[in-house]
């Protein structure tokens, strides 16, 4: 039973894996040669890691004999789970969609002035950003709406780079003095607190710990405008103008669709709409797993926010499903839960929630470190995911609505 997956990202390369485990044949569409680590862009976009931290070649983690087809999905038959790429037609016995999510860039001017981290080359576009502004700083020439830096979204990777910010900006303070002691951080959370999807307690830890370290939190605001020299904010207090030049767009994201699949498979938020196995309705030959579902527990009666975690573990059941019609089984049902996320706030400082206790400072960093490293090498060596899948699935990976 041949399977094609699109997508090589956290859901994609863990089916991929899964499935050549079982000596099922695989094709995997993707267009990048690169696995790319997410997570780790925030600390890149900050310049706390190098570049080539930030993926992993994909020749490095795809088993033997899977198929890597460097192209572009431009559309799919769900029923007869067949694939049109930029490259050539293919037909398989399964079809997976695990093709991810991008930024939302809801308002008004965020796709032409804002700056996005979902990819390597919005890291690029960072880092490119940080060596003009740096550029000028040094030859004391800087604009001063140059160093007010906005972050747009308060889920997991908008606190994350706020805090790297936070460390960026004392670098820079001690390098340079002067006109860099006027740098300020603000972020902006349309909501009424930080990382909504977590407990309380975790939200306002992690607001004391920003307002600690000079960062500006905006909740309960929204941007309704960007331009080049400025975002225009409507707050509790009225509409709000701030000159800056720096914007970062993490408030949110929405499921990558391909420019010709077919019409009626997607919700109203335009998640793929699945079964209890995660097939898509009424196509039973066609899976979708990770960004490109809205995970529902029917236990909870509730939806749970995409997240890496999530995007691993429907993998792993998708895999298992078409393992088990290869064999003729039955098939498993994906209940997702989380028991465990986490994120960092640079070095020796973090957050995590681990089966609803809240920690904090050094044991929350160290979570997020243990979660990061262990994914790291279990792709390269499944062995490892196989020996611990419940570590392999408790990493708190960032891919949030706002």
Known sequence: ?????????????????????????????????????????VAAAAGRIALKEVSVPLARVLPVGVR????????????TAAVETDYEMLQGDRLVIAVGSEANLSASG???????????????????HWARLEDALQRERCDLSLLRWVIVGGGITGVELAAELVHLARRWRNRYGGLAEAIQIHLIQRSSRLLPDWPAEASDWVTRWLKRHRVIVQAATAVRRV?????VLEGPAGPEELATQTVFWTGGSQPVRLEEEPADLRDKSQFLRVDPYLRLVDYPRTYAIGDSILPFNPQLNRTLPPCGQLAVRSAEVAAANIVAESR???????????????????????????DGQVLTGTAGWTVAQAADLFYFNAIQNPLLARMAPELFSGTGL???RQ
């Open 398 to 400: 960032p891919s949030e």
């Open 1 to 41: 039973m041949q399977t094609i997956v699109l997508g090589g990202g956290y859901a994609g390369l863990r089916a991929v894996q899964l499935l050549a485990s079982q000596n099922l044949p695989v094709i995997l569409v993707e267009p990048r040669r690169e696995h790319i680590l997410r997570p780790r862009l």
């Open 328 to 354: 003729g089984e039955a098939l498993t049902a994906f209940v997702p839960t989380i028991e465990r996320i986490a994120l960092s706030l640079g070095a020796f400082d973090g957050l995590a929630v681990v």
């Open 227 to 231: 331009r080049a020299d400025g975002v």
């Open 68 to 79: 890597h087809l460097q192209a572009t999905a431009l559309g799919f038959d769900p029923e």
């Open 110 to 128: 965020a796709p032409r002035y804002t700056l996005p981290l979902y990819s390597l080359e919005d890291l690029q576009q960072a880092l490119s």
